[in-house]
Structure formats: C-alpha cells, structure tokens
C-alpha cells in the first residue's frame, strides 16, 4: 500500500505530481472518503497537474464533466453521490468512457461498486485533522 501525507492546501500541487507518479498506469481511479475528505478539491489539483485550464467543479448533478488536458486530451471526472439506481450510471455510457483509454476519477465510486472494473486504483482519502490528509492506495 502508498501513502501520500497532503499537509493543507498549500501541499496539494506536491501531492497531485507525487500521485501521478506513483500510480502511473492507472487510468481508473475511484477516491473513497467522507464528505469533506477533499475528494473534489485532490481531482481538482490532479487535473491542474495535468495542464487541465477548465475550472474544475464536482459534477454533482450532471455526473460526469469533461476536461482537457495540456495535450488536448480528455479527462472524465465523475461524482455518483447522487446516483440512486446503477442504471443511471449505465444510461451516460459509463463503461465508454471506462474504456476510452483516457483518465477517469471518480467520487464516490461506493455508489456504483459492482460496475467498477477489477483494473480500478481504489484512494482512499483520510483526514487526519483539518489540514491534513492521508490518501492510502
């Protein structure tokens, strides 16, 4: 197991470079943590380390947000807190976007555990106090 220690919003751009290093190769990355963990707030560091210019915001209630990275290339940012059936992840073609080849994260994956591909990097997010947060994966 890896361990990121992330020390306030300050160390987030750190933190983000780190993890895209250590988990390189994983394009699936479902973050697991409560609410207020940081999950938004890591992707959106992820993203930035990527070259993401978009603004970056939880897609809540549309479910996925589309992005694009410094090479041009999609980023796919999913939110299923709101999801109450698997088939409404089905109905945005998730498994399309899962094989696109491209980078995926996903908060609040528990939503939809048994469509998860076996090839899924699982985060999770602990907060250790209000600055300090420990991603374990």
């Known amino acids: 197991m890896k361990e990121i220690i992330v020390n306030g919003t300050g160390d987030l751009d750190r933190a983000a470079r780190v993890f895209l290093e250590k988990s390189a190769g994983s394009r699936i990355v479902a973050f697991y943590g409560q609410m207020g963990a940081g999950k938004t707030t890591f992707i959106t560091a992820l993203c930035r ?4 210019k978009d603004v970056v915001t939880s897609p ?3 479910i996925v947000n589309e992005y694009r ?7 796919y940012h999913f ?4 999801i109450n059936r698997l088939s409404e992840a089905m109905d945005i073609g998730l498994f399309e976007y899962f094989d696109s080849g491209f980078p995926c994260f996903m908060e609040w994956p528990e939503m939809i555990q048994e469509l998860l591909p076996e090839e899924t990097l699982k985060v999770q997010i602990l907060t250790d106090d209000e600055n300090t947060r420990r991603l374990l994966f």
């Open 49 to 52: 380390a990527m070259g993401v």
């Open 60 to 62: 809540t209630f549309t």
């Open 69 to 75: 990275d410094g090479k041009g290339d999609p980023v």
């Open 79 to 82: 939110d299923f807190y709101r």
